[in-house]
């Protein structure tokens, strides 16, 4: 399983990405820097987390306009796999990979904890590791990690059942609902329609390491790993 993981001006977990996946979970890693144009032979592609382009304007409109992103877009367009976190998912959001957007956290405060999280399937390419209903913890840090979407949207995402994980707590006084950023129905993840592009707030790649933490997030990986060994594809 070879993996690109994707380093935007800004970005800030390319190389928590890069040891998780290369050192803990013991992948091929392909760094790719956002001025080329082409990936490299992969499975699969990683947007990490970070501040693209230092966050001016809007998360992710600047990113969107990289080099790099047509090939995403292409490789995702194949059907390769693509998972963006935090800063990722906002660029995913803006590259219009996904839908919706996120934007300042209800609360207007940046958020940097562990928080609970609920698996609501299985069996897609990026949760197969899980069962439904799993509770996993998982580390936030961001301050724009509301997700909104028009009604109508958040109607088709629920009805498709694209979302794959939800907050769950913990219930904190700031947080009575347990929903760390005020993420319309509680929304932490969702994937396309074709189900091979997903985005997440949450970092699954701070949690692969049993060393540090409860490795709740490897899965992620696993899910991913086992999807491309079923359906493979090398694409550049």
């Known amino acids: 399983m070879t993996w690109a993981v994707v380093t935007f001006p800004g970005s800030n977990c390319d190389r928590d990405s890069w040891h998780a996946l ?13 001025k080329t144009t082409t990936l490299p032979p992969c499975d699969a592609v990683v947007i990490p987390g ?4 230092g966050d001016y304007l809007r998360c992710g409109a600047l990113a969107k306009l990289s080099p790099i992103m047509p090939a995403i877009r292409a490789f995702a367009d194949g059907g390769g796999l693509v998972v963006g976190i935090c800063n990722g998912f906002q660029i995913l959001c803006e590259a219009g990979l996904l839908p919706g957007a996120l934007v300042r956290n209800s609360h207007l405060r940046f958020v940097s904890r562990l928080v609970s999280l609920r698996v609501e399937r299985a ?4 949760t197969g590791g899980y069962a439904a209903g799993d509770l996993i913890d998982l580390p936030i840090a961001h301050g724009e ?8 949207t958040i109607v088709e995402l629920e009805r498709e059942h694209r979302i794959l994980f939800r907050y769950t707590g913990p219930v904190r006084s700031d947080v009575p609902d347990g929903n760390p950023n005020g993420s319309t129905n509680a929304i932490a993840g969702i994937m396309n329609r074709r189900g091979n592009v997903m985005g997440m707030m949450p970092h699954p790649e701070r949690a692969t390491d049993p060393l540090i933490s409860r490795p709740d997030g490897a899965n992620v990986f696993h899910s991913m790993a086992a999807w491309a060994g079923l359906h493979p594809r090398l694409q550049s």
């Open 123 to 126: 069996d897609t390419a990026f």
């Open 145 to 152: 990690g509301n997700y909104v979407a028009d009604a109508a």
């Open 22 to 34: 290369g050192d803990v979970l013991g992948f091929d890693v392909k760094p790719v820097f956002h």
């Open 50 to 53: 970070g501040f693209s382009y």
